[in-house]
């Protein structure tokens, strides 16, 4: 005796779910690398690509060779321990040939938002700002100098 009446119709969603499977299976084969996985949920080759890069930073001490006019207002201010790049970017090209890769300079009212955002998540002692509140847009460098944030910048103490 038949315990289902169109045994069929059961036959015919395995196969659609058996030929899903392993249309999934394969596209999962063809689609994700071969080491991921091996560290966790990371492709082990990431660290082999990420270390065959070529290194774009120059390091803090390259600038501070050229520039020991800003390391001294650095000293004086709170951005002291912050290394130039990590504002400037990867600066290797620049330290190579001075005279023709000339950096630009960021934006500040796009950079110093980026650490300075006000965020329950940071330190209280931590200086945040609401930017657009605190600023109305204009860049920061309009009132506080960049490299040392509570000295005056150049034009605003001759005014």
């Not at 038949?2 to 196969?15: I, S, V, W, Y």
Request: charged content about 20%; glycine content about 6%; overall charge positive.
């Amino acid at each position: 005796m038949h315990r289902f009446k169109d045994a069929q119709h059961l036959l015919r969603l395995a196969a659609v779910f058996a030929a899903g499977f392993l249309l999934f299976m394969g596209l999962r084969s063809a689609l994700v690398p071969r080491s991921f996985g091996q560290y966790g949920h990371f492709r082990g080759n990431a660290l082999a690509e990420i270390a065959a890069r070529p290194i774009n930073y120059a390091g803090h001490k390259a600038c501070e060779d050229c520039h020991s006019d800003i390391v001294e207002i650095k000293h004086t201010g709170k951005h002291v321990g912050v290394n130039c790049e990590a504002c400037h970017g990867p600066q290797e090209k620049h330290v190579a040939d001075p005279a023709e890769v000339v950096p630009k300079l960021p934006d500040t009212s796009v950079l110093c938002p980026r650490c300075h955002e006000a965020n329950l998540a940071k330190p209280v002692n931590f200086p945040q700002v609401n930017s657009k509140e605190h600023s109305s847009g204009q860049p920061c460098k309009t009132c506080h100098q960049p490299h040392s944030p509570l000295l005056m910048p150049e034009e605003k103490k001759k005014s």
